[in-house]
């Protein structure tokens, strides 16, 4: 395990070493995209996502850039649903749409509940709903929610490791237990779930970065999770550029987002992705960054193991 931590990581550390935020509109999403997904049905349908401009999320995570694109303030009641209704009016039709807020849903300072009939009401023709939360703000509110909703409601949580230091030094204010009654919650009430998963992490080697993903994906599946998503830790939010320049941190390889892609599918436990933004940064090979790319992308939409990629860089390791 990397360690060359020399200051304590508090939410005060990190949001010192933060730049300025993007300026952004309450009253407009600050981006929307319709992508194609492997449904809990087995079919690769169209799924669209609204990126909801709302409050800053109240956990300051360390790897963590959505606040990038928040407000200081609780939105206007009835700002979220104009969001809601002026993205589907630019976007072409999906089965599926997931509402990320670069926090969490149920915050009653990011989503009014007062919202929530009127987001209910624009939703209605969707197959599935998706939306974002912490732990610790799973509970009524997500009844209050589903109760509302003609599509099923799906809630994704940030499970990011299971390794018990670095989730601490994280800052992310959670324990395995409390995601473990939270996905525990959510399936007593027929709500499925999703895990957000980190692949390397701070503080860890590549060789960690791989295990820790892997010990996460087992440990999100048995507690109840029917999907993962791997996300490749990277720089860019002013506290990760510090541990860059002092050690404690570099980002994943691409053929180690290829590895754990693999290991988790092989698991048939339940759906895994990769997360595909920006895969470029991941690797320093231009001779198969784009098949890799591709290959990442395929065995997203079919939940099927690819063929290796060929390439000298395979040595990495």
């Known amino acids: 395990?990397?360690?060359?931590?020399?200051?304590?990581i508090t939410s005060r550390w990190i949001e010192a070493k933060r730049g300025e935020k993007n300026n952004v509109n309450p009253h407009r999403?600050?981006?929307w995209l319709v992508e194609k997904e492997h449904t809990l049905s087995g079919k690769v349908e169209d799924t669209a996502t609204i990126f909801l401009t709302n409050r800053e999320c109240s956990f300051k995570c360390l790897m963590c850039d959505l606040w990038k694109n928040t407000t200081d303030e609780?939105?206007?009641?009835?700002?979220?649903?104009?969001?809601?209704?002026?993205?589907?009016?630019?976007?072409?039709?999906?089965?599926?749409?997931?509402?990320?807020?670069?926090?969490?849903?149920?915050?009653?300072?990011a989503i009014p509940v007062e919202d929530y009939p009127r987001i209910a009401a624009l939703v209605k023709n969707f197959e599935t709903v998706i939306v974002e939360s912490h732990t610790q703000y799973i509970g009524k509110n997500c009844l209050k929610l589903k109760a509302l909703l003609q599509p099923e409601l799906q809630v994704a949580l940030g499970l990011e490791t299971v390794h018990p230091e670095v989730l601490q030094k994280l800052n992310k204010k959670m324990s395995l237990d409390a995601f473990k009654n939270s996905i525990e919650f959510l399936d007593e009430n027929k709500i499925p779930t999703r895990a957000f998963i980190l692949l390397r992490p701070p503080f860890m080697t590549e060789d960690e970065g791989i295990l820790w993903a892997k010990k996460s994906i087992d440990f999100a599946f048995k507690t109840g999770v029917e999907c993962c998503i791997v996300i490749p830790v990277r720089a860019g939010n002013g506290a990760m550029d510090v541990l860059v320049k002092r050690g404690d941190f570099t980002p994943p390889?691409?053929?180690?987002?290829?590895?754990?892609?693999?290991?988790?599918i092989e698991l048939n436990a339940g759906r895994v992705f990769a997360d595909t933004w920006d895969l470029h940064l991941f690797s320093n090979c231009v001779k198969c960054v784009d098949q890799r790319i591709e290959k990442i992308t395929a065995m997203n939409l079919s939940q099927r193991v690819e063929k290796q990629i060929e390439c000298t860089c395979n040595s990495f390791r």
Not at 2 to 8: G, R, S
Not at 91 to 108: E, I, R, T, W
């Open 1 to 8: 395990m990397i360690y060359k931590e020399e200051t304590k």
């Open 253 to 264: 390889k691409i053929q180690s987002l290829e590895t754990v892609l693999k290991y988790g």
């Open 74 to 109: 609780t939105v206007p009641i009835g700002a979220i649903p104009e969001q809601i209704e002026w993205a589907l009016e630019q976007m072409p039709p999906a089965k599926h749409l997931k509402l990320y807020n670069s926090g969490s849903f149920f915050d009653k300072n």
């Open 29 to 31: 999403p600050y981006a």
